[in-house]
């Protein structure tokens, strides 16, 4: 088929400088598409899926970009939501948008109604609310409010083979009835519920507990597909329902000289449901070197943030808990400062902070294990062994990240003049795989599965791996979406730009 059969509202690419510019993601993967789709609406989809199943090519969904697994890229037709399907508005009780919609945008919309979307990752100035459901995003907030599917409502969505459902309405009757059948099985499958309740509350892959949250159909349909990174539906408008506003009553900054009292202040700290908490790790501070957030102290091991936003009395406990332990400083944040600003701006500035310090000593810092996810009691532990295996290995590693639900960013950084980086970057995903297996804990965690990590989830899943391939296959049979990101993968090294 010819370009020129696309005849589409939106725009169409096939420029070599388009393709370039997407062919890459925030990953370390490279892969140029054959044609670039802007659609302006949701009867381009259509037109767009309608050419691709008479080309037998594939469709690659993505909003903002900023996914660290390579999920937003691929071979043959990306659909580019970002620059055209990019509305929002608040209708009733609820905020509709398109895939499109720039979150940073998202939130500025809101919050001037007086309303919050808890779930807000670092990368809020350029990810786009479409990546944000599929890959069930998190931010600090998460510790309290959970990740943004508790927040989806409904969801407005195109199948694989073409139709249009909307999850507020009633589902095709082969698809409704495929689902309760997938459901009746895992219900009544005791070894498979038990192996995904157990997981660490980030780990991704398909929602799978979703089969036993919710009964209705359409409910159970939209929350299969937050966190589907695209590999199950093309989703045209989301719904979610909002909370009321709710500025911080006490943060707080504790630079910790012991680990095992960082780990019981998690713990004791987590017992008073804050609103965020946060960990960076003594190199991670080395490279920031911020006003608030920096190692000014040789020994301290790790700072934690920490958010109260229910109560003065709940930040005056929290204080008091951080004051229970031997600390190098603590550090008060005034609610609404200057330094409140500036302690979340440094927050957010840690990966630049990280690639900048790889630039410097001409190191390469591809997203690997960026996205462990454990339970909060083998946090200590965790730790100690992840940096004594990056040390037997000879890596420098940083490490931080949401720890107040168990999310850990770990950053390793690689040697090119050491030799085979190939190798180097397979002996640490599989060593830190296997390492996380002893405490229970996830390579596939809040950044959910993609190309850098997905290969693992049947080696962790075992046999409870088949309801993921039956939902793909209920879902698109054909492969038409998003392939090679969750399933029929290639080694975790292939497609990256080891450049750089």
Not at 115 to 142: D, E, F, K, Q
Not at 307 to 313: M, N, V
Not at 430 to 447: I, M, N
Request: hydrophobic content about 40%; some cysteine; overall charge neutral.
């Amino acid at each position: 088929m010819k370009i020129s059969d696309l005849p589409i509202k939106g725009n169409i690419h096939t420029d070599e400088a388009a393709l370039k510019r997407l062919s890459r993601d925030a990953s370390s993967y490279r892969i140029k598409p054959h044609l670039i789709a802007e659609p302006g609406n949701e009867e381009d989809v259509l037109k767009v899926l309608e050419y691709t199943q008479k080309k037998g090519g594939n469709i690659t969904c993505r909003s903002g970009g900023s996914g660290l697994s390579g999920a937003a890229v691929g071979t043959d037709i990306i659909l580019n939501f970002k620059p055209l399907m990019n509305k929002m508005r608040r209708r009733g009780e609820e905020m509709v948008a398109e895939p499109g919609a720039v979150l940073k945008d998202f939130l500025q919309k809101v919050n001037n109604q007086g309303l919050m979307l808890p779930a807000v990752p670092s990368s809020s100035a350029w990810c786009a609310l479409g990546g944000n459901i599929g890959t069930r995003s998190t931010g600090p907030r998460t510790a309290r409010y959970g990740t943004i599917d508790f927040f989806v409502s409904s969801l407005r969505f195109i199948t694989a083979g073409g139709e249009i459902v909307d999850t507020r309405e009633k589902l095709p009757d082969f698809f409704e009835n495929g689902l309760l059948k997938i459901r009746d099985r895992f219900l009544a499958d005791q070894k498979s519920r038990q192996l995904f309740e157990q997981r660490p509350f980030i780990a991704g892959g398909y929602n799978i507990q979703a089969f036993s949250q919710y009964e209705d159909p359409k409910e159970l349909t939209t929350h299969l597909l937050v966190g589907s990174i695209g590999t199950l539906a093309i989703v045209t408008e989301i719904r979610l329902k909002l909370i009321p506003f709710r500025p911080s009553l006490g943060t707080y900054v504790a630079f910790f000289r012991s680990l095992d009292e960082l780990g019981s202040a998690i713990k004791k700290i987590s017992d008073l449901c804050p609103s965020a908490m946060e960990f960076v790790d003594a190199t991670t501070l080395s490279h920031i070197q911020g006003r608030i957030l920096n190692a000014s102290d040789a020994s301290i091991t790790g700072a934690l943030l920490v958010e109260f936003d229910e109560s003065s009395e709940q930040a005056e406990r929290g204080r008091a808990v951080l004051e229970s332990f031997d600390l190098s400083r603590l550090r008060t944040i005034p609610v609404g400062s200057k330094d409140e600003a500036d302690l979340w701006g440094e927050r957010r500035r840690i990966l630049p902070s990280l690639w900048g310090h790889a630039r410097k000593k001409n190191w390469i810092l591809p997203s690997i294990i960026d996205d462990v996810a454990i339970h909060l009691n083998s946090f200590p532990s965790v730790f100690r062994d992840l940096r004594q295996l990056m040390a037997d290995l000879g890596h420098e590693i940083a490490i931080f990240g949401h720890i107040g639900f168990g999310s850990l960013h770990a950053r390793p950084f690689f040697e090119p003049q050491r030799g085979d980086l190939v190798e180097q970057i397979m002996t640490v995903s599989r060593e830190t795989f296997q390492l996380l297996q002893k405490y229970g804990g996830t390579l596939v965690g809040e950044h959910n599965a993609g190309r850098s990590r997905s290969a693992y989830l049947e080696m962790e899943l075992g046999k409870a791996f088949g309801y993921l391939r039956d939902l793909k296959q209920l879902f698109d049979p054909d492969d038409v979406l998003n392939p090679n990101t969750l399933f029929d993968l290639d080694p975790i090294t292939s497609h990256m730009d080891l450049s750089r």
